[in-house]
């Protein structure tokens, strides 16, 4: 028996070892690209650096600098939080209606969805980026549609009132994730319930309203989440239409680091921009994640 049960652990042994060989790869590239550059940019961001020299120590500066002293900080911070507060919702809205409108019965409901979802392929892509800069331009599509109803248009990327606006525009359009995530979920509520409501004589908002959204409401927090997790981190968009302008209105926070990193040279100063974006954003996900209890349902937990 004892022999059985040494055999056993020797089994039990080489096959664990066997498996931290075959993700071996995977834990190189993760520690020495992603722990040990995290575990850098710690240091880096209570230094002088700049690349180019020695990194010096200076302790705190760098935070208090950009807390007491960098208007560009606050400015880039306000358009972040004023592109997420606006886009996340709305990307939201539109994913989960065009959702529940490709989840109905009808036919060739699968060439719809692939022409529907086929923009968000590319919607973050530069040649989009540029596409979107020439139509919200002075000459561009969206002012020349205007004309034939006999409205003056304007250059809407030159203007602080309006340069973030199209971006907005932009990341809503950018619908095809969120909607696809919210497709497979409307797929997984049973229709027994829409049967029931139906035999209740329930219209279509009210199961909408009372069936539909908490049933869902969990992966509409996971879309939550990971929607504003990336727009908390939006770059490419600002740095090709716009590059921050027109008087930093549309300066993201991102777009803020990197010209602090790649193009300045602070790269100690950049390291703590970083730390601070992702306090910012554990915070903001953990708020949601409190929130959820009062809104999110599970059926293991008895609906609560």
């Known amino acids: 028996m004892k022999l059985q049960t040494k055999t056993h652990k020797k089994i039990a042994k080489d096959i664990s070892l066997h498996g931290y060989l075959y993700i071996s790869p995977w834990l190189l590239g993760f520690f020495l690209l992603t722990v040990w550059p995290m575990i850098q940019s710690i240091y880096f961001s209570f230094t ?181 997790i990336s727009s908390f981190q939006m770059f490419t968009q600002a740095f090709i239409i716009t590059k921050g302008g027109p008087v930093e209105s549309t300066y993201m926070y991102a777009l803020y680091l990197f010209d602090k990193a790649f193009a300045r040279f602070q790269m100690g100063y950049a390291s703590a921009l970083a730390w601070i974006l992702l306090v910012m954003i554990a915070v903001v996900t953990a708020l949601i994640f409190a929130t959820s209890r009062a809104w999110v349902h599970y059926e293991s937990e008895g609906g609560k």
Do not use: C
């Open 48 to 228: 002088d650096y700049s690349l180019l020299e020695p990194a010096q120590w200076i302790g705190l500066r760098n935070f208090e600098k950009i807390f007491m002293d960098d208007t560009s900080f606050t400015n880039s911070l306000k358009a972040t939080l004023w592109f997420v507060a606006v886009s996340v919702p709305l990307k939201m809205a539109v994913a989960l209606l065009l959702a529940v409108v490709l989840n109905m019965k009808l036919r060739a409901m699968h060439i719809y969805r692939t022409v529907i979802y086929f923009p968000s392929l590319i919607g973050a892509s530069v040649a989009v980026a540029i596409l979107w800069s020439n139509i919200f331009g002075t000459s561009g599509l969206l002012n020349q549609m205007l004309s034939i109803f006999h409205i003056e248009g304007k250059n809407w990327i030159s203007l602080p009132e309006t340069a973030l606006g199209t971006l907005i525009v932009l990341a809503v359009w950018q619908f095809g994730s969120a909607m696809v995530i919210f497709l497979a979920g409307l797929k997984q509520i049973p229709g027994e319930y829409y049967e029931a409501s139906a035999v209740d004589g329930a219209g279509k908002i009210r199961t909408f309203i009372s069936i539909t959204l908490p049933l869902l409401s969990p992966i509409i927090l996971f879309n939550l989440v990971l929607q504003t």
